[in-house]
């Protein structure tokens, strides 16, 4: 689904991604772990094209995010670590503007409008501009339009702040079913305690460079992922 190969990415002097490979497969949910600055978000604004990276390539259904960048944008769907919402436009305005692009019929949209909106008991707040959400509100938000075209691989930079505990625990679930349908998730998360729970594989990068992965059982074996976290990250002092 999304192949990473030899990805660098280059600010000035800094390498911020370093020859980064990876390889996330349909059915998979996988974490993308690192201390603040270690170039997670950088490397998930390059796969959705977001950021010109300087060597490497990305593919997503085997089509490349340079070459072809519509075709893989159709693919996918991305939530940033602080959605940038349109806060001139109501809930509902917004969610039928994502539903456009995508070319989503008036029917289908409005039945998984109805259903994610009531799952997040959002339904109430449609009407208001986005303006008058709060932060959590605005997750929601962005969760719901990134379900919306129901792509086949989902992008998310720390999707869990700002969420409350139920919509947590929702989000989760609908991170499961969408992978257990054939779907794909790569996100970034500083909970490991849920990276631990819920990712079927996990990567850990440490100054832009891969420093473990695997599935969940290879990288941390009979400790918490936490302590292999702690532990990887003190061979850097």
Same mark, same amino acid.
């Given at each position: 689904m999304l192949n990473i !190969?030899?990805?660098?990415?280059?600010? @000035?002097?800094?390498?911020?991604?370093?020859?980064?490979?990876?390889?996330?497969? %349909?059915?998979?949910?996988? &974490?993308?772990?690192?201390?603040?600055?270690?170039?997670?978000?950088?490397?998930? #604004?390059?796969?959705?094209?977001?950021? !010109?990276?300087?060597? &490497?390539? /990305?593919? /997503?259904?085997?089509?490349?995010? #340079?070459?072809? %960048?519509?075709?893989?944008? #159709?693919?996918?769907?991305?939530? %940033?670590?602080? %959605?940038?919402?349109?806060?001139?436009?109501? @809930? /509902? #305005?917004?969610l039928n503007f994502i539903a456009d692009i995508f070319g989503v019929s008036s029917e289908v949209r409005g039945q998984r409008i109805h259903d994610y909106a009531a799952r997040f008991e959002l339904t109430d707040d449609l009407a208001q501009p986005i303006a008058a959400y709060s932060h959590g509100m605005k997750q929601k938000l962005a969760i719901i339009s990134a379900w919306l075209h129901q792509p086949r691989l989902i992008i998310m930079d720390e999707p869990f702040v700002g969420l409350d505990p139920k919509a947590s625990h929702l989000l989760k679930g609908m991170m499961r079913e969408f992978c257990d349908a054939g779907g794909a998730i790569f996100f970034s998360t500083h909970v490991l305690e849920v990276a631990e729970k819920l990712c079927d594989k996990v990567a850990i990068i440490r100054g832009g460079k891969l420093i473990r992965s695997g599935t969940m059982e290879e990288v941390k074996g009979d400790d918490s992922l936490e302590e292999v976290f702690l532990e990887l990250e003190g061979e850097s002092c």
């Open positions: !190969q030899h990805l660098t990415k280059v600010y @000035g002097e800094k390498k911020a991604v370093d020859d980064l490979s990876l390889h996330i497969a %349909p059915g998979e949910i996988y &974490g993308f772990i690192g201390h603040n600055g270690a170039g997670k978000t950088t490397t998930l #604004r390059s796969v959705v094209g977001i950021l !010109q990276f300087d060597a &490497g390539e /990305i593919t /997503i259904g085997g089509k490349s995010i #340079r070459t072809d %960048p519509i075709a893989c944008k #159709r693919e996918l769907a991305y939530i %940033p670590d602080n %959605p940038d919402l349109y806060d001139y436009m109501t @809930g /509902i #305005r917004y």
